[in-house]
């Protein structure tokens, strides 16, 4: 810890209450998550883990379970102490909302834990299951009278994503959970929002006097903001095919980069003024006609072949996936934020699963100097001016520029700053979630989503869904895996007279 650092203090006394704790989410993250908050002491002194599931499982076959999904997935080596110390606080138990008494049992086991490991009665409620159930656990919560703060006691509920499936369910869900429980008490979890990059870009661009001037349309030529993906669908057919790039990646990973880099400067670093720039700027998209989502916009479907050492199938012929599915694996959006700042600036957003690299990066391009005074040398392109934060696989941030090439002539030629965070601090790897789940204990909610965020992004993207669901299989392109993408995203900002980043630009 240096100087500037404050130290963290830990949580209080809760249970930490998961539901869908037998699945992947629970086994890959969230407990690989609550050891790293055990291994760097933040886990409360008073603690309890309830692992909810739908059907009966004896808590040793659990613990079992969990602590071979740790030996799997921590991100430091397990040390057999603390993972046992960890599980130890761990009881399995019943609850499946089609039976409403056993919801009833849940809650007298709960009761009876709390009571016993001092915990005061503050719940966390972690629903880690897909996103169907969401609604109808959280009315069983409600009706028992779970999610009540009481007696001086929290009561918090973490939702995953996906956050509805359009603006109208995201709508429906947001009325239902609010007719439970206030927004106050609502966790809706992004996990960009723990990569300490995605933090980061905060910091840069409100605690560096030097960047704010600069960050508009006056400076700005446009934004790209890329998550490239090298794994296919692997396994997760039934999911992917029913839910697509659009509203498995850009609705919620890319708009969370997207309202950091465009939201306006919050006046204090708390969550309801970072929450209302981040919603306001979200809001200001300009919400196209399903034809303008049409032309501003490139959707492609992967088709088989080599990435490294690893043969892609093709999408269609990926487990649980129709074979005629028009469901999206690449998409590429153009869209404009209405208000002062960016007027006439575009956003490019893309993302894809099955490219030829893995890359999550924001790149702001700079408008070109205003006057050639160059033009008499045997300069004839000024290489272009990009501030680019780095989020995967670097963590970093470059700044491109030109410089004068040593010889008689002027030549110029475009070079690169870097800034790596490994170079700079010392970090154990981490899920992401850690960060998520301490400020969900500590009731900090700035790195979560607010019902008004969640239902502007819909509103933004409900164009591109509706105008694809209709063009069905028209104007969807095929790509090969291990390719840059469809051919036609190149179109989207050439039509502009501008160029996406090349994939050999990452920062490495
Ligand atoms: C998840 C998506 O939310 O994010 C996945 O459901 C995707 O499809 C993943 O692969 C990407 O996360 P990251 O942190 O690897 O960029």
């Not at 591109?464 to 090969?480: I, N, P, Q, T, V």
Request: aromatic share 8%; proline share 5%; with cysteine.
């Amino acid at each position: 810890m240096t100087e500037n650092q404050s130290p963290q203090t830990k949580p209080d006394p809760c249970s930490f209450v998961i539901f869908g704790v037998t699945g992947d989410l629970a086994h890959r993250l969230v407990v690989p998550a609550l050891y790293n908050l055990a291994a760097t002491d933040l886990l409360p002194d008073n603690f309890c883990v309830v692992g909810i599931a739908r059907k009966a499982m004896s808590t040793d076959a659990l613990r079992d379970s969990l602590m071979e999904g740790l030996r799997q997935f921590a991100t430091r080596p397990v040390d057999d102490a603390i993972a046992g110390r960890l599980l130890e606080c761990l009881t399995c138990t019943e609850a499946d909302p089609k039976d409403p008494s056993s919801f009833d049992k849940m809650r007298e086991q709960l009761e009876k834990l709390e009571a016993a490991r001092k915990t005061g009665g503050n719940r966390l409620f972690y629903l880690a299951t897909p996103p169907d159930a969401f609604a109808s656990i959280s009315k069983e919560l409600g009706r028992t009278g779970l999610l009540k703060e009481e007696k001086g006691a929290w009561r918090r509920l973490v939702v995953e994503k996906p956050f509805g499936t359009d603006l109208a369910s995201a709508r429906a869900l947001n009325s239902e959970l609010l007719k439970i429980i206030d927004e106050q008490q609502i966790y809706r979890i992004d996990h960009y929002l723990g990569k300490e990059t995605v933090q980061n870009i905060l910091v840069l661009r409100f605690a560096n006097g030097m960047f704010e001037p600069i960050w508009n349309r006056n400076h700005i030529d446009h934004i790209q903001i890329t998550v490239d993906e090298q794994l296919g669908v692997g396994h997760r057919g039934s999911f992917y095919d029913a839910t697509g790039a659009l509203r498995d990646m850009v609705h919620n990973h890319l708009f969370q980069l997207l309202s950091l880099v465009a939201m306006e400067p919050p006046t204090r670093f708390d969550a309801y003024s970072v929450r209302s720039e981040k919603a306001e700027v979200l809001s200001a998209i300009q919400t196209q006609s399903e034809a303008d989502a049409l032309k501003n916009s490139v959707r492609g479907q992967y088709q088989g072949g080599r990435i490294g050492d690893t043969d892609i199938p093709d999408y269609l012929k990926t487990e649980d996936v129709k074979p005629n599915s028009t469901t999206e694996t690449y998409a590429a959006l153009k869209l404009t934020i209405d208000n002062w700042r960016w007027a006439g600036v575009p956003f490019y957003l893309r993302t894809g699963k099955a490219l030829g690299i893995k890359r999550t990066e924001v790149a702001i391009k700079f408008k070109q100097a205003p006057f050639a005074m160059f033009r008499d040398t045997p300069v004839d392109r000024l290489s272009q001016n990009y501030l680019v934060i780095s989020i995967e696989p670097t963590e970093g941030i470059m700044l491109q520029f030109n410089t004068k090439v040593p010889g008689p002539t002027i030549n110029v030629d475009g070079v690169e700053m870097k800034f790596r965070y490994k170079d700079y601090f010392k970090a154990e790897p981490a899920t992401g979630y850690e960060t998520l789940i301490y400020d969900c204990m500590i009731g900090d909610n700035i790195l979560f989503q607010r019902a008004d965020s969640v239902e502007a992004g819909w509103q933004a993207v409900q164009p591109f869904l509706d105008a694809w669901k209709k063009a069905g299989a028209k104007g969807l392109e095929s790509y090969k895996a291990g390719s840059e993408g469809p051919a036609h995203a190149e179109e989207l900002l050439k039509r502009d007279g501008r160029s996406w980043r090349k994939l050999a630009a990452r920062i490495d």
